[in-house]
Antibody, heavy 126, light 107 residues
């Protein structure tokens, strides 16, 4: 069973870059069975998908954040990372990493976030 | 973006009750719909994928149905440990979007 763990600073200053890493255990990040994603949740609010990355390096970003987001994979460390630049207070949230599983039938695949990290609170404040 | 709207936003029910939560998509998403349970201070947990498939290890009292724009999550007999917020999510197209959540309280 996959296990994911987020790590990174809990406090980031406005205009700086938020950097988080997700370490995957119990499976290989290079597996073609999965791809990987970041989701965030501002305090007291709903979930927001940030973006996803395939083991091959192909990325998909939320257009609302695309100009500021970079997601990358480090297969040697079995990790994937999130960088969000030019942060403001609106980026304060619990950030989750997750694996993206798939159910394929009839030539199409349906995706879902099946394993999640515990989440890490990132506060943007001077 | 595909908007996902859940109803109700909150509800209170008694142990043993049958509970139904509704999720409506802003456009047809076939059965590209997932349900998550989030207990206070915890990460979301996948309950149902592809609208009606029960994730491994999830109790059979949870079930999902629907297709197109209207979906439901049903808890057949509410248990005390089901206290949580439930969210739907579409995977029909990016950006993937979530409903605002339904907070379930136990009377």
């Amino acid at each position: 069973q996959l296990q994911l763990q987020e790590s990174g600073p809990g406090l980031v200053k406005p205009s700086e870059t938020l950097s988080l890493t997700c370490t995957v255990s119990g499976g290989s990040i290079s597996s073609s069975s999965y791809y990987w994603g970041w989701i965030r949740q501002p305090p007291g609010k709903g979930l927001e998908w940030i973006g996803s990355i395939y083991y091959s390096g192909s990325t998909y970003y939320n257009p609302s954040l695309k100009s500021r987001v970079t997601i990358s994979v480090d297969t040697s460390k079995n990790q994937f990372s999130l960088k969000l630049s030019s942060v403001t207070a609106a980026d304060t949230a619990v950030y989750y990493c997750a694996s993206v599983g798939s159910y394929c039938s009839g030539g199409s695949c349906k995706y879902y976030f099946d394993y999640w990290g515990q989440g890490t609170l990132v506060t943007v404040s001077s | 973006d595909i908007q996902m709207t859940q109803s109700p936003s909150s509800l209170s029910a008694s142990v043993g009750d049958r509970v139904t939560i509704t999720c409506r998509a802003g456009q047809s998403i076939s059965s590209y719909l997932n349900w998550y349970q989030q207990k206070p201070g915890k990460a979301p947990k996948l309950l149902i994928y592809a609208a009606s498939s029960l994730q491994s290890g999830v109790p059979s009292r949870f079930s999902g149905s629907g297709s197109g724009t209207d979906f439901t999550l049903t808890i057949s007999s509410l248990q005390p440990e089901d206290l949580a917020t439930y969210s739907c999510q579409q995977s029909y197209s990016t950006p993937y979007t979530f409903g605002q959540g339904t907070k379930l309280e136990i009377k």
